[in-house]
């Protein structure tokens, strides 16, 4: 009898597979949105880090325009525009990503986009008449990674604000 106790315990200890990484949640409320030199109606690619994870929005071209919106403006995820979320190996920085040749650490250990989703853009003309005040939400996105998993908790909707000039 102990002796199949300690097989049925052996194989239930041999079955548990504990190395694949799960993401449950991605929570991206205390950083801000960060971007490349000034932004302007032409900028592209903005992004989020959290210590050793960036969220990467890449926008379509045209979306940011220097004229206040009638609503939102959308553009679908994915085929418009792009959303990217990278683990890396180590604390990353603004530099990984402004740099024309990026730096060799930290390397990316997983990278997952978005299967479906929609990037809202809200634009206001400021007191000053001259600034662009541009709102950008993220709705309805999903992730999943290569295991199938989906993403189920993505407190990411105000992904920040961007002003351009004229």
Do not use: W
């Amino acid at each position: 009898m102990k002796q199949v106790i300690l097989f049925a315990f052996l194989g239930l200890l041999l079955s548990c597979d504990d190395g694949d990484l799960q993401i449950e949640t991605l929570n991206f409320d205390d950083s801000t949105i960060a971007f490349c030199g000034t932004a302007t109606t032409a900028s592209q690619v903005f992004f989020k880090i959290n210590g050793d994870e960036a969220l990467i929005l890449t926008l379509e071209a045209g979306i940011l325009k220097n004229e206040v919106s009638d609503g939102s403006l959308e553009s679908a995820i994915p085929g418009n525009s792009k959303i990217t979320y990278r683990i890396f190996s180590g604390t990353v920085s603004n530099t990984y990503f402004c740099s024309d040749i990026p730096p060799t650490s930290p390397t990316v250990v997983d990278e997952i986009e978005a299967i479906d989703g929609k990037v809202l853009v809200n634009t206001i003309l400021l007191e000053d008449g001259i600034t662009y005040q541009h709102t950008i939400q993220l709705s309805e996105i999903s992730l999943v990674n290569e295991n199938g998993s989906r993403i189920t908790d993505l407190s990411i909707n105000d992904f920040g604000v961007v002003t351009t000039t004229e």
